[in-house]
Antibody
């Protein structure tokens, strides 16, 4: 079955960067894009960016342009999302999800806490 | 890209039906067949329950149905059950080639 497994929780200081991984299994990794979606405590879902692992093209929400970098490792079917220049309001659970048109399968989420 | 507009809360008694709206523009909901709905229980990842406006993934009960009229999409939950109490989010694939989410609706089963 389709599965997305994310890396563990992170605690970072303001100004630092965080890199979250999302390992896919159970389907052809190159056939589906991967979105990154975050959820601040008590808040709704916020789409950040998506990447097409086959072509390598990316789309990033205007709010995160210049701060988000996504890479893929096709040998391990893993997508990485790095968020730079962290601030306290970046504290959130970060999810990866398959297929930006449907988001039909989600990772378990990675809590990123930004605190001095 | 602005978030889609959902009511913050909705409620109904067991067995009743509840409809949650999701309002957007011609550039997102109105112009897209890629309208989806997600259910999220506290502390859990969202789960896709409706895609392409009306379609249900395998395993989702037919009590959940989706529709769209103009720039507004709707999710109807029929025969409410206690386990339906959750947050519900809509999303649409916008003309900017990016997805946009609604603010979410907390559904309470009375």
């Amino acid at each position: 079955q389709v599965q997305l497994v994310q890396s563990g929780p992170e605690v970072k200081k303001p100004g630092a960067s965080v890199k979250v991984s999302c390992k896919a299994s159970g389907y052809d990794f190159l056939n589906y894009g991967i979105s990154w979606v975050r959820q601040a405590p008590g808040q709704g879902l916020e789409w950040m960016a998506w990447i097409n692992p086959y072509q390598g093209n990316r789309n990033t929400a205007q709010k995160f342009q210049g701060r988000v970098t996504m890479t893929t490792d096709t040998s391990t079917s893993t997508v990485y999302m790095e968020l730079q220049s962290l601030a306290s309001d970046d504290t959130a659970v970060y999810y990866c999800a398959r297929d930006p048109y449907r988001h039909d399968s989600w990772g378990q989420g990675t809590l990123v806490t930004v605190s001095s | 890209q602005s978030a889609l507009t959902q009511p913050p809360s909705a409620s109904g008694s067991p067995g009743q039906s509840v409809t949650i709206s999701c309002s957007g523009t011609r550039s997102d909901v109105g112009g897209s067949n890629s309208v989806s709905w997600y259910q999220q229980h506290p502390g859990k990842a969202p789960k896709l329950i409706i895609y392409e406006v009306t379609r249900r993934p395998s395993g989702v009960p037919d009590r959940f149905s989706g529709s769209k009229s103009g720039n507004t999409a709707s999710l109807t939950v029929s025969g409410l059950q206690a386990e339906d109490e959750a947050a519900y989010y809509c999303s649409a694939f916008a003309g900017s080639n990016n997805p946009v989410f609604g603010g979410g609706t907390e559904l309470t089963v009375l």
